[in-house]
């Protein structure tokens, strides 16, 4: 009798195991759990919207969840209504972020920054071009510093639709770098891209720092001159284009844009997360997307996003300090 329960027991203590490691195993399996969200903080139609309405559709198509997949439009404060209700959210929601979680937080107008998410992955970046008027007369970006250096006055420089975005970073960080006086520099700020655009096709503005796609057009039907791009590398289509690099300015400034979820997620929903958006990526609906929206690919896992946002933070402190708007 005794021989026979000591088996029970023991029987009983490994089926228990057995159970546990079961429901262990489904619980990682069951991730997600219920309705998967992919935040856009805006509203639809612009470049984040655009970015959540990829993934939602490569995950459907590639059947990386067993969930329903809904984009989630929270415009308003610059992606702060968005990442508010991001912060309140399960694991099983996600959101577009960029660097204006970071310009943000340096200029005063969040108290959100990298540490209250969990970042998820970097997966494009636009590149940003300084473009000039015909009517200006003037051939390359060092050519502008020159004279902006000379005096910062020379020259209007135009930026939409507010100073402390990236076009406006990254002209400051290329001014900075050559030793122009950037608190003196005359900026002329535009509600929207094609108010900029227009301003800049009729000569009201000498250039205009903004993100290449929307120049690139103009630029190659000589309605435009680029003058410069932000990337460490000639960009296709544009080649004839010179890097702030190639003309001895040290300056590579991508408009990067990645996924991020709420704070404190489990190792196995971050490795989740992690690789469903490598496979986005690497799928080949996103390379088509990315390609018309002149995105370059700017991939970065889980792991190296932390990282380079970290970095990022760094360098948005120093921009905007050097920007005189903090």
């Known amino acids: 009798m005794k021989k026979w329960l000591v088996l029970i027991i023991v029987f009983s203590i ?22 998967v969200e992919i935040v856009a903080p805006a509203s639809p139609g612009g470049g984040w919207d655009t970015t959540a309405r990829a993934i939602q559709k490569i995950i459907l198509e590639e059947n990386l969840t067993k969930q329903n997949v809904n984009v989630i439009n929270k415009p308003g404060g610059g992606g702060e209504v968005g990442w508010q209700y991001l912060k309140s959210r399960s694991p099983n929601t996600i959101s577009i972020n960029s660097s204006l979680l970071l310009s943000n937080n ?11 998410f969990t970042p998820i992955a970097i997966l494009a970046t636009e590149w940003i071009s300084l473009t000039a008027s015909n009517k200006s007369n003037l051939n390359s970006g060092k050519e502008v510093m020159e004279k902006l250096k000379k005096d910062p006055k020379s020259l209007t420089i135009g930026v939409a639709p507010g100073l402390g975005n990236n076009d406006h970073l990254a002209f400051v960080q290329a001014a900075k770098e050559y030793g122009v006086d950037v608190e003196n520099i005359d900026f002329l700020v535009y509600k929207s891209g094609g108010d900029l655009q227009t301003a800049l096709l009729g000569g009201h503005v000498d250039v205009a720092s903004t993100a290449v796609s929307e120049v690139k057009e103009q630029h190659q039907t000589g309605k435009l001159k680029m003058l410069a791009v932000t990337s460490d590398k000639p960009i296709e289509g544009i080649e004839d284009v010179p890097t702030w690099e190639d003309q001895g300015i040290n300056v590579v400034f ?48 889980s792991e190296e996003s932390e990282k380079f946002l970290k970095a990022q933070r760094k360098k948005y402190n120093k921009l905007v300090n050097d920007s005189g708007l903090k």
């Open 106 to 116: 340096e200029l005063g107008l969040s108290d959100l920054n990298t540490d209250d």
């Open 14 to 35: 490994v089926l228990a195991s057995c159970g546990k490691n079961n429901e262990s195993s489904a619980s990682k399996k069951q991730f997600p759990d219920e309705t």
């Open 254 to 301: 991508p408009h990067w844009r990645g996924v991020m979820g709420p704070k404190d997620m489990t190792p196995e929903q971050r490795e989740y997360w992690d690789t469903t958006m490598e496979k986005v990526v690497k799928s080949k609906r996103w390379q088509e997307i990315r390609k018309n929206n002149d995105w370059e690919n700017f991939y970065k896992d």
